[in-house]
């Protein structure tokens, strides 16, 4: 298995809706990002997961919540956003020790907040 | 100054021509680059990573890295119309960061 899923793949939400999206792979990857994109803009990173510890941190607004419940899992908890923060959010994984080998990207949950 | 710089473009081509792209990063530290291609809509796709410097071939794409100019380029030869996309430039240093990208468009 060589690839990322990410659910949903469409999500609307008001601003006082509470809601997740989930990313999974099972490559064996023991780091986990994500990543959020705006139109023409490139993937901008706000977390990073390695080891199912949250090790970066990219100064991302409290209302953007991860989790990583497991070596396979990641998840990204969404409450009280802003219409600003619609946008593409990408999961990415790849090896912890070899991080060279570049990141696998899932398909992405294209967020509006309205 | 960016940590990873690209032409935002657009590049335009014909078909059969070479597309060159190009890529400047910062960060002298920098171990590994990458070219993702991403079509509208769509996430990333690696296409290439170089970690040495010169030439990486791998089929029509080849990579070239310039360590003491922190430069990257992607070639891209006998292009096609469905080589039409933008590609992004990566850097990684601890964490992977991207350039802002090169639309690149080939024309029949």
């Known amino acids: 298995d060589t690839e990322v899923t990410q659910t949903p793949k469409h999500l609307v939400m008001g601003m006082t809706n509470k809601k997740s999206l989930k990313c999974e792979q099972h490559m064996g990857h023991r780091a986990m990002y994500w990543y959020k994109q705006k139109a023409k803009k490139p993937p901008e990173l706000m977390f990073v997961y390695s080891y199912e510890k949250l090790s970066i941190n990219e100064s991302v607004p409290s209302r953007f919540s991860p989790e990583c419940p497991n070596s396979s899992l990641l998840n990204l908890h969404l409450h009280a956003l802003q219409p600003e923060d619609s946008a593409l959010y990408l999961c990415?994984?790849?090896?912890?020790?070899?991080?060279?080998?570049?990141?696998?990207f899932g398909s992405g949950t294209r967020l509006t907040v309205v | 100054q960016k940590e990873v710089e690209q032409n935002s473009g657009p590049l335009s081509v014909p078909e059969g021509a070479i597309a060159s792209l190009n890529c400047t990063y910062s960060d002298r530290g920098s171990q590994s680059f990458f070219w993702y291609r991403q079509y509208s809509g769509k996430s990333p796709e690696l296409i290439m990573f170089?970690?040495?410097?010169g030439d990486k071939e791998d089929g029509r794409f080849t990579a070239q890295l310039n360590k003491a100019s922190q430069y990257v380029s992607l070639l891209i030869r006998d292009s096609q119309p469905s080589d039409s996309a933008t590609y992004l430039c990566?850097?990684?240093?601890?964490?992977?960061?991207f350039g802002t990208g090169t639309r690149l468009q080939v024309f029949p």
């Open positions: 990415a994984s790849s090896h912890v020790s070899r991080p060279g080998d570049g990141y696998t």
């Open positions: 170089i970690y040495s410097n």
């Open positions: 990566a850097v990684n240093t601890d964490k992977l960061i």
